[in-house]
């Protein structure tokens, strides 16, 4: 799950009307709390459009982590949201920042059962709130608070979305990321809160091209576990 830095600098992309889209791949090499070894390579595609009521965003993850060799794909993960602003708040100094969100979030797994290959959904989710940017000197702050309807849910949640984008170095480091907080079925009839963040540095090789990790940070994500897990990466990055 990425959002990165596409929903904080937006505001900046706005003004500018600038399409981006970037590529990354990851390695994976953190350990879950259970002893399980990930070590498997993850990609990601993501895309921005700005238009003149908005914007649209698409990005895309998917885990190489079958059971063959050489290891092909085991999960694929999509978000898709469109934002909107508000034509009559756009001279206001504060509210101008204050846009409508939309999203829709799904995916499937696949994964060995005795001799045969089968799959799972990954409990599509329909999203809707507010959205509101910050920028303060070189910092960029964006924020969502919405209504989250997911599939299997058997009553309505809520999701914070905090995302940060900060340059050093006239742009030859970049440091990104976003948190997620939300509340979700246990299972057992009541709601557990579930957190999970993606941290991510930067350093650009060249205008385009940049080397850096990712922090994959959660606590009740991870199916079967309570604990906070923490698994790092290496990525490499092409900007489009």
Same mark, same amino acid.
């Given at each position: 799950?990425? &959002?990165?830095s596409f929903?904080?600098?937006?505001? !900046? #992309? +706005?003004? !500018?009307?600038?399409?981006?889209?970037?590529? $990354?791949?990851?390695?994976d090499?953190? &350990? $879950?709390?259970d002893?399980l070894?990930? $070590? #498997?390579l993850v990609?990601t595609?993501?895309?921005?459009?700005p238009?003149? /009521?908005g914007?649209?965003?698409?990005?895309?993850?998917?885990?190489?982590?079958? *059971?063959?060799?050489?290891r092909? !794909?085991s999960? %694929?993960y999509f *978000?898709?949201s469109?934002?909107f602003t508000?034509?009559?708040?756009?001279n206001?100094?504060?509210?101008? =920042?204050?846009m +409508?969100? %939309? *999203?829709? =979030?799904?995916?499937?797994?696949i994964?060995p059962l005795?001799?045969?290959?089968?799959g799972?959904? +990954?409990a599509? %989710?329909?999203l809707?709130g507010?959205?509101?940017?910050?920028?303060?000197g070189? @910092? /960029? @702050?964006?924020a969502?608070?919405?209504?989250?309807?997911t599939?299997?849910?058997?009553a309505?949640?809520?999701?914070?979305?905090?995302?940060?984008?900060?340059p050093?170095?006239e742009?030859?480091?970049?440091?990104?990321?976003?948190f997620? @907080?939300?509340s979700?079925?246990?299972?057992e009839g009541? &709601?557990?809160?579930?957190?999970? /963040?993606?941290?991510?540095?930067?350093?650009?090789?060249?205008?385009?091209?940049?080397?850096?990790? *990712?922090?994959?940070?959660?606590?009740? #994500?991870?199916?079967?576990?309570?604990?906070i897990?923490?698994?790092?990466?290496?990525? @490499?990055?092409?900007?489009?």
């Amino acid at each position: 799950m990425m &959002k990165h830095s596409f929903f904080s600098i937006m505001l !900046a #992309f +706005l003004s !500018a009307n600038i399409y981006s889209q970037n590529i $990354q791949l990851h390695y994976d090499f953190g &350990k $879950q709390s259970d002893g399980l070894k990930r $070590q #498997f390579l993850v990609g990601t595609f993501e895309i921005f459009k700005p238009d003149s /009521s908005g914007y649209t965003f698409f990005f895309t993850d998917m885990e190489f982590n079958s *059971e063959d060799r050489p290891r092909g !794909a085991s999960l %694929a993960y999509f *978000e898709i949201s469109r934002t909107f602003t508000f034509p009559f708040f756009k001279n206001h100094n504060i509210l101008k =920042n204050l846009m +409508l969100h %939309a *999203e829709y =979030n799904d995916g499937l797994a696949i994964f060995p059962l005795d001799t045969l290959i089968t799959g799972t959904n +990954l409990a599509a %989710a329909w999203l809707g709130g507010i959205e509101y940017g910050i920028v303060k000197g070189g @910092l /960029s @702050l964006n924020a969502m608070l919405m209504y989250k309807y997911t599939r299997i849910s058997k009553a309505p949640d809520a999701q914070f979305t905090l995302s940060w984008y900060y340059p050093l170095m006239e742009g030859k480091i970049t440091l990104t990321g976003y948190f997620d @907080l939300w509340s979700q079925d246990n299972g057992e009839g009541k &709601k557990i809160p579930v957190f999970y /963040s993606e941290p991510q540095v930067w350093f650009y090789m060249t205008k385009k091209l940049a080397v850096g990790s *990712e922090f994959k940070i959660s606590k009740n #994500f991870i199916p079967g576990s309570s604990r906070i897990e923490v698994f790092p990466t290496l990525g @490499l990055r092409c900007d489009l």
